[in-house]
């Protein structure tokens, strides 16, 4: 059961739609059918241009990619898919990490959408999603564009760290929150606020999922293709000095960014991310970052 009660998935859900229905326009929003359940999407982009499936991470939805789904889908057709099991709108069956099942289930959101070769983004979870899927259907992915990935260093037990937290009402919640997100700012823009207190409600309503992510070998981080890790060096849920050395050694196809001072949740990163997949699809394109980037991506 992901919800805490049925009042916390109802208010979830109905909060969820709100911050949905707020997504720029023009976007396509449905469900998908696969062999796992139906998958929820928000397609954003003109039909033909290269495809990006954007996979959120632990215990969030698809509103992480709301604001880069703006920005990317001047050059791309941005999929943002709610994970099988988490706090969206997709069926709540939880896959199993081991095996095949969810390069299967990707195979089915591809072969809905009649996708061929398509770029992967993914955050924390969703970014062993992505790296999961290029090492079982490499033919089928052309770039990886990761924040904070699982899979590649050692998880920490952060379920461990944050429990003294959970039995402390809405400050110990606070606490989390800063040790994943960073300091809370003296304010965000309003959009970008509206998808923290999304998430923060999520954090009040959802249960905690203890997830063990498989780690991939030196050799299936050799056979990785091109890819962008952007991880921060004050990361309590992955080990990411780890992640940048396996990566450095073993990957000789990706660029790391590591940034010092950041958190798990790392801010700012769109347009960087914009760029590589645009080298990647051999686009030629040149536009500043905006003032306000998106917090999550």
Known sequence: MIYKSEAARNAVEADYRRVLNDWPQPNRQRKLKTRFGETFIVDKGEMDAPAVLAFHGSGTNSSVYREASARWSRHFRVIAVDLLGQPGFSAPRRLSFRGDDHAAWIDDIRQELGLDKVLLAGVSLGGWVALDYA?????????LALTCPGGIGRQKNFALTALPYLLAGEWGRRRIRSMVFGPEPASRPPRQQEVFDHLALIARSARLQVIRLPVLSDAQLG??????AIMGGRDVLVDSFET???LARHAPRATVKFIDEAYHAISGQDAEIERFLGSCSGLQFIDPPRAHESAMV
């Open 223 to 228: 056979a990785l293709p091109a890819t962008l």
């Open 244 to 246: 940048r050395r396996r």
């Open 135 to 143: 090492v079982r259907r490499p033919n089928a992915v052309q770039a």
